[in-house]
DNA sequence: CTAATAGTGTCTATTAGACAGTATGTT
DNA sequence: AACATACTGTCTAATAGACACTATTAG
């Protein structure tokens, strides 16, 4: 069958073979947290987050995902995140990019569903709004080992965790394709999703300016390099780091004072 | 409305809301090729290529566009675009990987139709199948003014051109929109993918080894090299071309001769 | 010999990595 | 004073850019 063909035979429309389907988008909302700690002056040490939403209906009853919805049939494709973030959490203006498209046939057990996700960055602390009873946020750590990438979550109360693995793809040595090793808490593919995401933004940061998404209008250098840090999940020398932000960030008038120790600067994100 | 009621909510599941909608794929086939010389021993200068159809129904009758079509309802995603190609082309075991998911909604006036494009990168003439008549390579070439860019696309008969605009997204700035300006030959937002890919493959070329899959299995150093330039714009400085590709490609016993200059060695790729 | 590309040596400039030191707040 | 972080200076290592030179063929 070559390419003509399968023109008229669209025209045609052969229902079975390319019936309509559902897509949906899921948007994995990541952001960074403090952790309270136990001495004063100690600067807390920060979390990479993702937000959750726990399910109350079947399939995959009362396991968390990711907020995420049908697309309209009448809704630009990256409208819908925006709409769904908006009604689920009252949040606007936030960094949106879209990450993937994932197919699989039996990704959902009820029918066809194809669901483009969508990466969200925000600083948490500046949210201005309440989450639902059914959303949370987890601290997300990880560990890798041959490609076997382990995934822990943890909102305080609930601590969940899934195995992904990266396979590599025959063609060239920088292509794999994720793979769910072991899943018991996480619905549909969406340990997927944050993986996807977790690599995405690890490689964008050194790249882009997407991280100041994360941070709030004001920040010292030294909590932007945590962040840094946490995302990269490696520690930087500082001297290397600040000339690497140099000309990203301009000093203000203020400083952060009462830590016990001296005050850092209060910097901002200058944009070229 | 929050999620849970939008769960709820599409468990009743309104049709006119949330109407199941088609999806497409389309492939973005990039390769270079060599442009005959009058010379004999200047080498050909390349250009980066696309793989173009004549549409010969409507919509967009008698315009070029990229292969494409229906994903079918029993098809995992990746498996659209390698069964399209196979069938068009003849085209197996083909470098493929996931550009973008184009979805507004006026993109098909026949009907409401998500498109998940794929790139697929190729050495065009390894191909050991004969084109459809209504397939066509053109080469590429393009200019970038303010972030307004211009591309040429001809395949030595026919000559198209499109404008596509980069607009800045607010939040950072190193997002943007890309948005057609103006196009009278190319058929769907497809300008917009082909823009796409070109971007993904100048980024990916220094990060990857992506590059590979568009060489024969035997090359020069000068010809990978010619590849590189073609795809970057840019004239690169043999030495520090060398130093970088060096630990990626490996010597064989072989020379080219005949071209009226010293010989070169044939290398080939070297998986790390 | 000549045009044209192949391939290398080396110097310089820029960037990244490492370490050590000074600065300054709170208790 | 002591702890803890803020911030800077400088040396070294690695990488990138630039140029100049030698090598080798077909005609």
């Keep these: 069958m070559i390419y003509k063909t399968e023109e008229e035979f669209l025209k045609a429309y052969d229902s079975n073979k390319y019936e309509k389907l559902s897509l949906t988008t899921d948007i994995l909302v990541l952001s960074v947290s403090d952790e309270e700690v136990n001495n004063y002056r100690k600067t807390p040490t920060k979390h990479m987050s993702v937000l959750l939403v726990k399910r109350n209906d079947y399939p995959y009853k009362s396991k968390w995902c990711l907020p995420g919805g049908f697309i309209a049939i009448d809704e630009d494709i990256e409208d819908c995140p925006i709409r769904i973030l908006r009604n689920e959490t009252n949040l606007h203006d936030i960094y949106l990019e879209q990450l993937y498209t994932f197919g699989d046939v039996n990704r959902d057990p009820r029918m066809r569903v194809i669901s483009t996700s969508y990466m969200a960055l925000i600083d948490k602390n500046r949210l201005d709004y309440k989450l639902s009873n059914s959303a949370s946020w987890f601290n997300i750590s ?9 995934v822990y979550l943890d909102n ?15 063609l060239t040595t920088d292509r794999y394709r994720l793979e769910i090793v072991e899943n018991d808490s996480i619905a549909f593919d969406h340990p997927l999703v944050i993986l996807t995401g977790i690599e995405r933004l690890k490689n964008k940061i050194s790249y882009t300016d997407v991280v100041f998404n994360m941070m ?13 840090e946490v995302i ?6 500082d001297p290397a780091f600040r000339r690497i932000i140099a000309d990203k960030v301009e000093k203000t008038e203020f400083v ?5 120790h001296r005050p850092a600067i209060l910097f901002k994100y200058k944009k070229k």
């Design 256 to 260: 952060r004072t009462g830590a016990g």
């Design 156 to 170: 305080g109360s609930t601590r969940l965790s899934f195995i992904v693995k990266k396979v590599l793809k025959e």
């Design 216 to 228: 709030p209008e004001y920040f010292t250098l030294g909590e932007l390099q945590q962040v840094y």
């Design 232 to 237: 990269l999940g490696k520690k930087l020398l």
């Design 142 to 150: 990880y560990e890798e080992r041959d490609n076997v990438v382990t």
